[in-house]
T-cell receptor
Framework: DAGVIQSPRHEVTEMGQEVTLRCKPI?????LFWYRQTMMRGLELLIY????????DSGMPEDRFSAKMPNASFSTLKIQPSEPRDSAVYFC??????????????FGSGTRLTVV | AQTVTQSQPEMSVQEAETVTLSCTYD???????LFWYKQPPSRQMILVIR??????QNATENRFSVNFQKAAKSFSLKISDSQLGDTAMYFC??????????FGTGTRLQVTL
């Protein structure tokens, strides 16, 4: 099992540009989570999907952020337009868990985004 | 809303010694799960140990064990025989009926010679 795969590992972009982060969850996992990690705010949940359906997007900071999960094996997190304050490490995690069953969460290696 | 609090921003321990990292949480739910994750400099998030709230027995994984006090809403991590490879950020996390993980702010652990 290759684990949760995120790409790119690093991304440097200019302010105002569109950024797309990608995630491939573990095959068979039915929940997918996007987290953002910064020094100031720690690990924040942005959005999570269950069976490809967004369940809770209350953590998405602004309309500039959007996430999709067109199928069970792929998700994207898009920022348009990007701003320097979006600089952070973005993690994707997946889980095989029924709601409330506390299944294990496997994290990808993260994408370090720098907006200059 | 659930909250997770880690009151120790940084800790240091000598190799082969034992260290305990603290975590408290707040929830109105009765059935939930608690986790400790390790994040080394590589930034990979690694699951260290998991505790189910309905189990009274404390979870143990090799050198890692927890002290789960449900009434006090406390969930501390004990690392025995500390090794240099244990140097990392450690995050306490909670999940309940909503299935999403809520993390504490982390404790940076440095293992020294």
């Amino acid at each position: 099992d290759a684990g949760v795969i995120q790409s790119p590992r690093h991304e440097v972009t200019e302010m105002g540009q569109e950024v797309t982060l990608r995630c491939k969850p573990i095959s068979g996992h039915n929940s997918l989570f996007w987290y953002r990690q910064t020094m100031m705010r720690g690990l924040e949940l942005l959005i999570y999907f269950n069976n490809n359906v967004p369940i809770d997007d209350s953590g998405m900071p602004e309309d500039r952020f959007s996430a999709k999960m067109p199928n069970a094996s792929f998700s994207t997190l898009k920022i348009q337009p990007s701003e320097p304050r979006d600089s952070a490490v973005y993690f994707c995690a997946s889980s095989l868990a029924l709601i409330g069953q506390g299944g294990g969460y496997t994290f990808g290696s993260g994408t370090r985004l720098t907006v200059v | 809303a659930q909250t997770v609090t880690q009151s120790q921003p940084e800790m240091s321990v000598q190799e082969a010694e034992t260290v305990t990292l603290s975590c408290t949480y707040d929830t109105s739910e009765n059935n939930y799960y608690l986790f400790w994750y390790k994040q080394p400099p590589s930034r990979q998030m690694i699951l260290v140990i998991r505790q189910e709230a309905y189990k009274q027995q404390n979870a143990t994984e090799n050198r890692f064990s927890v002290n789960f006090q449900k009434a006090a809403k406390s969930f501390s991590l004990k690392i025995s025989d500390s090794q240099l490879g244990d140097t990392a950020m450690y995050f306490c996390a909670f999940t309940g009926t909503a299935s999403k993980l809520t993390f504490g702010t982390g404790t940076r652990l440095q293992v020294t010679l």
